[in-house]
């Protein structure tokens, strides 16, 4: 039967092996996400399948027989499914030309099915208060280092740090994503949880506004449009919010800011005393000459993949 609502806001107490599961899953959403090494099979390959592998150990959670014989699976996780049968479908008609294409597209899907289930469990046994709060710490904390990377790589600083960090090839900042919009939707995603973590009251005001610094920082030097969209909303949706739930107004204030720092941040990064020094390149030429690693992971011919959008 389906579990009350209030079962998942103040669930009995929870296995020490959930909290274990849901800290496997919030070092999933940094992982991926930090990692410098872009190689081939494919550019992101050792990302996806150290997450991938995250995933799976985060989902052993889900051996339990308690889960199978008491617990609802969530609805939604009939639409990866479908998609799944879907991509079948598409691949017995010669609509997709090769197996392994339709193959990698049902793994992906079945995870994320896999992933759905997981939340759901989580949400059952530690309530969805603490399974948000958590992430949005990892969130966050991977958000934090991502944004220090993208200083170090814009100014190009010849640090014992260079070797793990991609180099810098073209006017956008990219972080260790590789990939501009996506950088900047990963620094977003941790501008928001902090916003959560301060309308929680898990943070003070100050440090909420330091934090978010160095993220407004490294957004508008990504060049990604998108993120005006992104900020836009969240005062749309805490207005709407803060009408039924008036405790909800110090997210409605941040919001607010954070869209006005994004838009003042263009302006900031633009002053001269902000631009990288003349000579960072032949700084950072120095350093690829004596770190490889560091020039493998930035080398024209897989960022020329990861850089196109």
Same mark, same amino acid.
């Given at each position: 039967m389906?579990i009350p609502? #209030?079962s =998942?806001?103040?669930?009995p107490?929870a296995?020490r092996?959930?909290w274990f599961?849901l800290?496997?899953v919030? !070092?999933?959403?940094?992982?991926?996400f930090l990692?410098?090494y872009? #190689?081939y099979p494919w550019?992101?390959?050792y990302q996806e399948?150290?997450?991938?592998?995250?995933?799976?150990?985060a989902?052993?959670l889900?051996?339990g027989g308690?889960?199978?014989g008491?617990?609802e699976i969530p609805r939604?996780v009939l639409l990866p499914i479908g =998609? =799944?049968?879907?991509?079948v479908l598409?691949?017995?008609?010669?609509?997709l030309?090769y197996?392994g294409q339709?193959?990698m597209?049902?793994?992906?899907?079945?995870?994320?099915?896999l992933?759905i289930m997981?939340?759901?469990?989580l949400r059952?046994l530690?309530?969805l208060?603490?399974?948000?709060?958590?992430?949005?710490?990892?969130l966050?904390?991977?958000?934090e280092v991502g944004?220090?990377?993208?200083?170090? *790589?814009?100014?190009?600083?010849? &640090?014992p740090l260079? #070797?793990?960090i991609?180099?810098?090839v073209s006017?956008a !900042?990219?972080g260790?994503?590789?990939?501009?919009?996506h950088?900047a939707?990963?620094?977003?995603?941790?501008?928001?949880?902090?916003g959560?973590?301060?309308a929680r009251g898990?943070l003070?005001?100050w440090?909420?506004?330091?934090?978010?610094?160095?993220?407004l920082f490294v957004?508008?030097? &990504?060049?990604?449009?998108?993120?005006?969209?992104?900020?836009?909303?969240?005062?749309?949706?805490?207005?709407?919010? *803060?009408?039924?739930?008036?405790? *909800?107004?110090?997210l409605?204030?941040?919001? !607010?800011?954070?869209?006005?720092?994004?838009?003042?941040m263009h302006?900031g990064v633009?002053?001269?005393?902000?631009?990288?020094?003349?000579?960072s390149s032949t700084?950072i030429?120095?350093?690829?000459?004596?770190h490889?690693?560091h020039?493998r992971a930035g080398?024209a011919?897989?960022?020329?993949?990861?850089?196109?959008?």
């Amino acid at each position: 039967m389906p579990i009350p609502a #209030q079962s =998942m806001n103040n669930p009995p107490a929870a296995p020490r092996y959930a909290w274990f599961s849901l800290a496997l899953v919030g !070092v999933m959403c940094v992982y991926s996400f930090l990692n410098y090494y872009h #190689q081939y099979p494919w550019t992101t390959f050792y990302q996806e399948w150290g997450t991938a592998a995250l995933g799976l150990v985060a989902a052993t959670l889900l051996l339990g027989g308690r889960y199978w014989g008491q617990s609802e699976i969530p609805r939604i996780v009939l639409l990866p499914i479908g =998609m =799944m049968l879907l991509a079948v479908l598409q691949y017995l008609f010669g609509m997709l030309p090769y197996f392994g294409q339709m193959l990698m597209f049902a793994l992906y899907l079945m995870w994320a099915a896999l992933l759905i289930m997981l939340g759901a469990r989580l949400r059952e046994l530690l309530g969805l208060p603490a399974v948000a709060t958590v992430l949005a710490v990892f969130l966050l904390t991977g958000a934090e280092v991502g944004a220090l990377i993208g200083m170090h *790589q814009h100014y190009q600083w010849n &640090t014992p740090l260079s #070797q793990h960090i991609i180099m810098k090839v073209s006017a956008a !900042v990219f972080g260790n994503v590789a990939q501009a919009n996506h950088y900047a939707d990963y620094e977003t995603l941790g501008l928001i949880s902090l916003g959560l973590l301060y309308a929680r009251g898990r943070l003070p005001g100050w440090a909420a506004g330091l934090l978010a610094l160095p993220i407004l920082f490294v957004l508008p030097l &990504t060049g990604s449009r998108e993120l005006w969209a992104y900020l836009l909303w969240p005062p749309v949706l805490a207005w709407l919010w *803060q009408r039924k739930h008036p405790e *909800q107004r110090p997210l409605l204030a941040y919001s !607010v800011l954070a869209l006005a720092g994004f838009a003042l941040m263009h302006v900031g990064v633009a002053l001269p005393w902000l631009q990288p020094a003349s000579g960072s390149s032949t700084k950072i030429t120095q350093s690829t000459a004596r770190h490889p690693n560091h020039a493998r992971a930035g080398s024209a011919d897989h960022m020329a993949a990861r850089m196109s959008p």
